[in-house]
């Protein structure tokens, strides 16, 4: 089974409501071919909710206690990620997950770029909270413009 970021089937679960459709992405989901997931409602965030971004570091560098995850009021919501990341991982393992595609830049989802911590917009070279926990435990995880170039 392939695990995708809710908001590629056009679920309205972005922090500001909004979705990413993106079309393969959906179509392997309306075949059944893919499961939705979204770390961080798992977490036990709701939509809308404020941006948040990693300061202090990446995705890794939250699960080893080195940096934290803010929203843009400057409330501390580490653990939420943190919480929806171990959900995440849990759902991928029960559904013995081949596959997981994740929106690139979010700070549970970004594979290989996220925002810098500083709510300019500015990006940085790192992992979401949730592809980096998914990763360090084996799991394939692609972003959507690597899984374009895929064939499924
Ligand atoms: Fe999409 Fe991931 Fe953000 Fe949920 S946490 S809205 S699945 S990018």
Excluded: W
Aim: proline share 3%.
């Amino acid at each position: 089974m392939i695990l995708v970021s809710s908001c590629f089937a056009g679920l309205d679960v972005r922090y500001n409501g909004t979705n990413c459709l993106n079309d393969k992405i959906s179509k392997l989901v309306e075949e059944n071919k893919a499961i939705t997931i979204c770390p961080e409602l798992l977490g036990g965030f709701s939509t809308p909710r404020e941006p948040a971004e990693i300061i202090g570091g990446n995705g890794e560098d939250v699960l080893d206690g080195n940096a934290k995850v803010v929203d843009k009021s400057g409330k501390d919501v580490t653990q939420l990620y943190i919480k929806g990341a171990y959900s995440t991982l849990e759902q991928a393992i029960e559904l013995n997950a081949t596959l997981v595609v994740l929106k690139e830049n979010s700070p549970s989802c970004g594979g290989s770029t996220i925002y810098n911590g500083e709510f300019t917009g500015k990006k940085i070279m790192g992992m979401g909270v949730t592809s980096a926990l998914l990763k360090r435990n084996g799991l394939k995880v692609i972003s959507e413009e690597q899984f374009a170039d895929t064939l499924l």
